[in-house]
């Protein structure tokens, strides 16, 4: 677990590290965080419960427990990663573990959405093309990759693979605008004008 | 593009501003919060010296971590006393309602707000919980957002969005005898998969949609998220309205006749272009159990759990990591498993009508004596009405425990759980690997009529043969 590393601000061109692959469809976010952990009322001690269930069965063969994947910041994943409750716990826990990227075939649309508001792009790939960088990445010999943003895509020192980062996104990652929060502040008259001219909000 | 559906309506009326990156901000008419995944939010507000701007849209209950035995305070389980009070304190320093225990108004906040009449058609509502689709059954457009997004919500009363494909799914004819909402459901995600609503909002609409009660459409709207649609939505009608009527919180008076007039305006258009169009027929649907660990691996009872090699490629490799969780030999039926553990309730099917439909199997029979059967009552209203209508009693002269409100072992946050790899039959929504609260514990996902049949017979059973000749 990386723990020292800190956590996404600002803008976030690229992510440099190590990759390191966990294979499946359907990754629900029940199993990377297991509801038990959800009895907190902060983040702060996540990141050792990722994939709590997963790890405890299989006994120090799981991605997350594997010596050489330990420091690793970039994951790659199936299809449809991410499905079920909208629970910010997991991109939470996989943050404080130490992910900083996630390229997939395809991801929930809540997780993809939690993922952004904490810096976290999530990159998509055809399925053939994940399986290939899956397999680059198990049989790596060399430590450096790179998850590119402006330039969507992912390298090593000797392969490349194009990757799709959608635009909207792509530009709050670069520009450093994925926390919405002083946006969405800053529009304070226009919501209220909303406030006063909805409908439902003024007796019809 | 789609044009002129219920869900291009409301969402125009929502925009507030186009942001930086294209996204849509979108306005929020009503933001509900459990204990759960609200605590961070409130945190983050503080550390930015925010505070929240519209109170007054906000409502929150306490649901998910509630034990259902007693609810006395402070609950035994100091985690679970944390939440809550910090919730308490939450609302209470930035002036929100909390429907807290005993009020009568408490409950799974997908239960509860529908009840009181806050969810009405036309809305926007948000809540840090993915099932917030359920109050899209009401014509609204309606959406689990994650912590982060909570905050923001708190302190602009916003969200940043982008707009969603709209998919019509049409459901002709009618349900048969003995065939719930929720086998309807699980027959539309198992045919559309997991994944095929991704980047859809659910528009179902059709004579068998039109036919369903309130309640249906909410069990049916909340698990649109199970097929990967962020929200799903019914268009409102006259059976919407004469829900709402008198609903604490909905318009009285000349408020109500043109709160009427503007309900109506919102269904969407009969020419309304829609992105994707497909087509299911309800006479042909049995009683639906999932036998995997995705809500998508569901078959009617007739069948036989899928051998590999009759499904598609893509869906092989969850479906071989399903028998071996599951211990289920392809090939073979689904009637007949046995069951240690039943389970009624949860935001899908823990409404009065749900209860109804379960005591009229359990009435006047016994849970087999091997089986543990527990009913929780959505909400204190739920409860209320039930015992009012005598059918705590059935559920306990059969052998059902009754208990208090909350999510319960639909996410097991409580000491409801399963223990080892107890096999449920349970009214929720998720089957997830270790989702009800033991990490290879097993879940059929059902309807509550063929969980209190399966309660009985101690196996899972098709409901129609236990009801042959009562209609």
């Known amino acids: 677990m990386n723990t020292t590393a800190s956590f996404p601000k600002g803008p976030i061109k690229k992510i440099d590290g190590d990759a390191f692959s966990l294979n499946g469809d359907d990754i629900d976010t029940d199993r990377i965080i297991p509801a038990r952990y959800l009895k907190c009322v902060s983040f702060n001690s996540l990141g050792e419960d990722v994939f709590a269930d997963d790890r405890n069965e299989k006994q120090g063969e799981h991605p997350f427990d594997k010596k050489e994947n330990q420091g690793c910041n970039i994951l790659i994943v199936n299809a449809n990663f991410g499905c079920g409750s909208s629970r910010e716990h997991a991109p939470q826990a996989l943050m404080r573990w130490g992910i900083r990227g996630i390229v997939g075939e395809s991801f929930a649309e809540i997780f993809y959405g939690n993922c952004l508001a904490l810096g976290i792009p999530c990159a998509t790939a055809s399925k053939a093309k994940v399986l290939q960088i899956q397999k680059a990445v198990v049989h790596r010999n060399n430590q450096n990759w790179t998850l590119d943003i402006s330039r969507e895509r992912i390298n090593n020192e000797e392969e490349s693979w194009d990757l799709n980062i959608e635009p909207g996104p792509k530009e709050m990652l670069l520009k450093g605008d994925w926390d919405a929060t002083s946006q969405l502040i800053a529009n304070e008259e226009a919501m209220k004008i909303k406030l006063s001219t909805l409908p439902y909000l003024n007796n019809f | ?471």
Not at chain 2, 60 to 87: C, G, K, N, W, Y
Not at chain 2, 303 to 330: D, V
């Open chain 2, 1 to 471: 593009m789609s044009a002129k559906t219920l869900y291009d309506k409301v969402w125009d009326l929502h925009q507030v501003a186009k942001l930086p990156g294209g996204s849509t901000q979108l306005f929020v008419g009503l933001h509900l919060i459990h204990e759960v995944t609200s605590p961070q939010a409130f945190a983050a507000l503080r550390e930015k010296g925010l505070k929240v701007i519209c109170p007054e849209r906000t409502v929150a209950t306490v649901d998910h971590i509630v034990p259902t035995t007693s609810q006395l305070r402070p609950f035994e389980d100091p985690l679970a006393e944390e939440m809550l009070s910090t919730l308490e304190k939450n609302c209470h320093e930035q002036g929100i309602t909390l429907h807290g225990l005993g009020s009568g108004k408490q409950g799974i906040v997908h239960v509860i707000a529908p009840e009181l009449g806050l969810t009405q058609p036309g809305m926007t509502i948000a809540c840090g919980d993915s099932h917030t689709s359920t109050h899209g059954a009401f014509g609204a457009i309606a959406f689990g957002i994650g912590t982060s997004q909570v905050r923001d919500v708190l302190a602009s009363q916003t969200l940043s969005m982008n707009k969603l494909k709209v998919r019509r799914i049409w459901v002709s004819g009618q349900l048969s005898n003995g065939v719930f909402a929720k086998d309807l459901i699980l027959h539309i995600i198992q045919v559309l998969g997991v994944k095929g609503g991704v980047g859809y909002a659910y528009e179902f609409a059709g004579p068998a949609i039109e036919s369903l009660s309130m309640e249906e459409r909410m069990t049916i709207c909340n698990m649109a998220i199970e097929g990967g649609a962020r929200c799903g939505y019914v268009n409102p009608d006259a059976e919407t309205f004469s829900y709402l009527h008198n609903k604490l919180h909905a318009p009285k008076g000349i408020y109500w006749e043109r709160a009427l007039k503007w309900w109506k305006s919102l269904a969407s258009d009969e020419r309304a272009i829609y992105d994707d169009e497909i087509t299911f027929e309800a006479s042909k649907i049995s009683p639906t159990v999932t036998w995997g660990i995705t809500p998508g691996q569901g078959i009617s009872i007739e069948e036989k759990i899928p051998l590999p090699e009759t499904l598609p490629p893509e869906e092989r490799q969850i479906a071989e990591e399903a028998y071996k969780y599951m211990g289920f030999t392809p090939g073979s039926p689904i009637e007949g498993t046995e069951v240690e553990v039943c389970f009624i309730g949860s935001c899908t099917n823990g409404r009065i009508s749900d209860l109804k439909e379960a005591a009229k199997i359990a009435k006047g029979k016994k849970v087999l004596e091997r089986v543990k059967a527990f009913v929780v009552p959505g909400s204190e209203q739920v409860a209320e009405e039930a015992k009012a209508e005598g059918l705590d009693k059935i559920f306990t002269d059969a052998g059902f425990e009754w208990r208090e409100p909350g999510c319960s072992m639909c996410l097991a946050m409580n000491s409801d759980r399963l223990i080892g790899r107890q096999i449920s039959a349970s009214s929720s929504n998720r089957n997830f690997k270790g989702r009800q609260g033991s990490s290879n514990g097993r879940t059929l996902l059902m309807s509550p009529a063929m969980v209190a049949a399966a309660a009985i017979k101690g196996k899972v059973t098709d409901v129609r043969k236990l009801t042959k000749g009562n209609h």
